[in-house]
């Protein structure tokens, strides 16, 4: 059972979604080298070619963060556009007590003062534009390489043709990144039942269909998932749920929290009568009886 599970939480939707996750991967790898008490994390990756450098600084020290090779070089292949390359540099802020970041990318100016001859033929070699910058043509060996054939990302599109939907935009090569994780949720509608086997719980902005946002809890023999928008789940890392008076307040483990994107402690505001209250204090505990590693109750 664990070991399908974690395959299914490995799966994103589109080359937006795993960029988002290599992000986060890299805000947690320089959160654990960084020493505590710090106000501001930034990371800057400048790359051309396999040439690369990484710079991670703590409260302006810079400070040693291993593991960061990857998750970049991952970015920029999620990035790529046949027609105009990807990011030579990409910035990151992070900032405690938040799962979210800001930053920038940047896909024309140099990401050096002066570019290795080798790193300009891989770089075009890898990464074929129509129009390379200046810079880096002055920066080649030889004649621009004919490139080679490219598919970083491309199972998202044909999963978009499959669907019979528009594939997204990739990930920006250049301007502003930022993520605000969700901290609330406002609910006003209220219903619960079995369904194909589970039980489902849900609470929506408005009654209907036509809810825009909503908060989801499923569980089935000893399994349990949480979803927002029916888009966002998670099937672990849900430590406790807690019913105070009007509030339902959910904490996660950042994995679960990412999963969701909320922060790792995100409170539903109850706008509902107290008999409705009630009857969720009556309906989730025994949703979740026969779950195997089911979240903590408080409060019901």
């Known amino acids: 059972m664990a070991s399908r599970r974690s395959a299914r939480a490995r799966k994103w939707r589109s080359r937006h979604d795993e960029s988002h996750s290599m992000r986060l991967a890299i805000g947690d790898l320089a959160r654990a080298a960084a020493a505590p008490g710090w106000s501001r994390l930034t ?17 302006g020290q810079e400070i040693a963060v291993a593991g960061l090779d990857d998750p970049f070089q ?3 292949e999620l990035a790529y ?14 900032s405690p007590g938040t799962r979210g970041y800001t930053g920038h990318v940047d896909s024309a100016a140099p990401p050096f003062e002066d570019v290795p001859p080798v790193a300009a033929l891989a770089e075009l070699t890898t990464f074929p534009r129509p129009e390379p910058p200046g810079w880096l043509l002055a920066a080649l060996p030889t004649a621009a390489p004919i490139g080679l054939p490219t598919t970083y990302g491309d199972h998202y599109e044909r999963r978009s043709l499959m669907h019979r939907e528009p ?7 250049s301007g502003t990144l930022s993520y605000l994780p969700a901290t609330t949720l406002t609910v006003r509608a209220f219903e619960h039942g079995r369904r194909h086997g589970r039980n489902h719980f849900h609470l929506t902005d408005q009654a209907g269909h036509h809810a825009d946002e909503r908060l989801v809890v499923l569980s089935g023999e000893d399994v349990y998932w949480v979803a927002r928008h029916g888009e966002r789940v998670t099937d672990r890392g849900v430590r406790s749920i807690t019913l105070d008076g009007g509030t339902l307040r959910l904490e996660l483990t950042p994995e679960a929290a990412d999963a969701l ?8 505001h109850l706008d509902l009568p107290p008999e409705t209250i009630d009857a969720l204090r009556t309906v989730l505990p025994g949703m979740l009886r026969t779950v195997t590693d089911a979240p903590r109750l408080i409060g019901f």
Do not use: K, M, N
């Open 43 to 59: 990371v800057h990756r400048a790359q051309t070619g396999q040439y690369a450098r990484t710079t991670v600084t703590r409260d």
């Open 261 to 268: 994107e909320t922060e790792t402690s995100f409170e539903t």
């Open 167 to 173: 594939p997204p935009p990739p990930p920006p090569i």
């Open 81 to 94: 556009r046949a027609d105009a390359g990807t990011w030579f540099t990409c910035e990151l802020v992070f």
């Open 74 to 76: 991952r970015l920029r």
